[in-house]
């Protein structure tokens, strides 16, 4: 129970990453509001939460819009009096393509909701996080510290969390509010897989194989991250980039052949995720 009467918010928290985060939040203890966009089934993993005796609400509306992340903050601290936590998860991968034929519009719609969205939720929940001491985690990617082809506009975003997340840290400090980015490397959610996400299928070969650890992790393996990062086990931590990336950054060529079918396997965990696969990885137009 390390975040045992904590407030938090995630972003995102319908499908993928962002769904472990809420159930494994709830688990250590916190009253969670689950945030995504009105199609996607933060509702369900609202009632999966409250069903096994955890604390949720939803909250659904596009939070790259100021009313919006106002509006969430606003939710929290009506439904549960306070907000201790912010998680930035949300954000998209409509593409996969070399600069030159790169669509301007994919560019546009991942501005707007990798970076935009942790803007405004950042600036919003700010002033309740300052009466709290809470803290903000923010999701990077391995995309933003190396160079990955076809990649490159998404890899930029993430590269601003980096370094918007390490700003935040240094200046928001003096109100006792603590400020991380977990990065994340392939991770089994919809946007890894060539049938749900942008990937082809000789991306998904090299990424597993450029992973020292020869699999993708699981979105529970990294949400266990942002859960230490969030607690107050993690008080003398801020401006961190976490790596969960079974070793990636650091690789080179195909060192996952070199791992044996048996350690390739996938913890299975223990939070069962429903919608690991439903992300939200084309653009849509109604959040263009
Ligand atoms: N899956 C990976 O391999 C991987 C690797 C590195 C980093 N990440 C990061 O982890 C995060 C989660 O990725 P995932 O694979 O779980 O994705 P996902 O698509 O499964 O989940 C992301 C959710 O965020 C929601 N969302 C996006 N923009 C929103 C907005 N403006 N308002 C409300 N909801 C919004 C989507 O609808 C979706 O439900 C992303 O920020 C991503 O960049 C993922």
């Known amino acids: 129970m390390r975040l045992q009467d904590k407030v938090a918010i995630v972003t995102g928290g319908g499908a993928g990453i962002g769904e472990a985060i809420a159930k494994k939040f709830?688990?250590?203890?916190?009253k969670v509001v689950v945030c995504g966009f009105p199609e996607d089934p933060v509702a369900d993993v609202a009632r999966a939460i409250q069903e096994e005796g955890g604390t949720a609400i939803e909250f659904t509306g596009d939070i790259s819009l100021e009313a919006n992340a106002k509006s969430c903050v606003e939710l929290a601290v009506k439904q549960y009096g306070k907000l201790d936590i912010l998680?930035?998860?949300?954000?998209?991968?409509?593409?996969?393509?070399?600069?030159?034929?790169?669509?301007?519009?994919?560019?546009?719609?991942?501005?707007?909701?990798?970076?935009?969205?942790?803007?405004?939720m950042s600036r919003a929940a700010?002033?309740?996080?300052?009466?709290?001491?809470?803290?903000?985690?923010?999701?990077?990617?391995?995309a933003g510290l190396i160079g990955i082809a076809e990649n490159t506009p998404y890899g930029g975003?993430?590269?601003?969390?980096?370094?918007?997340?390490?700003?935040?840290?240094?200046?928001?400090?003096?109100?006792?509010?603590?400020?991380?980015?977990?990065?994340?490397?392939?991770?089994?959610?919809?946007?890894?897989?060539?049938?749900?996400?942008?990937?082809?299928?000789?991306?998904?070969?090299?990424?597993?194989?450029?992973?020292?650890l020869g699999r993708?992790?699981?979105?529970e393996e990294v949400a266990n991250v942002y859960a230490f990062l969030a607690s107050d086990e993690a008080s003398f931590v801020t401006g961190a980039l976490y790596f969960v990336d079974g070793?990636?950054?650091?690789?080179?060529?195909?060192?996952?052949?070199?791992?044996?079918?048996?350690?390739?396997?996938?913890p299975e965990g223990e939070l069962n995720p429903e919608h690991k696969l439903d992300g939200h990885a084309q653009i849509r137009e109604e959040h263009q």
């Open 247 to 266: 070793g990636i950054t650091v690789a080179k060529g195909p060192v996952g052949d070199k791992v044996p079918a048996k350690l390739k396997k996938e």
């Open 216 to 219: 993708r992790g699981t979105p």
């Open 126 to 142: 700010l002033p309740e996080l300052h009466k709290t001491q809470g803290n903000i985690v923010s999701a990077g990617s391995e």
């Open 157 to 212: 975003t993430k590269g601003f969390n980096h370094a918007f997340m390490r700003g935040l840290a240094v200046e928001q400090a003096q109100f006792g509010v603590r400020c991380n980015c977990v990065c994340p490397g392939p991770i089994d959610t919809a946007w890894t897989h060539k049938e749900t996400g942008p990937m082809d299928s000789e991306m998904e070969k090299t990424m597993v194989q450029a992973t020292p």
């Open 26 to 30: 709830a688990r250590e203890g916190a």
């Open 87 to 120: 998680i930035n998860n949300a954000g998209v991968f409509p593409t996969t393509s070399m600069l030159q034929d790169y669509p301007t519009e994919a560019f546009d719609y991942m501005l707007r909701h990798n970076i935009t969205s942790t803007f405004m």
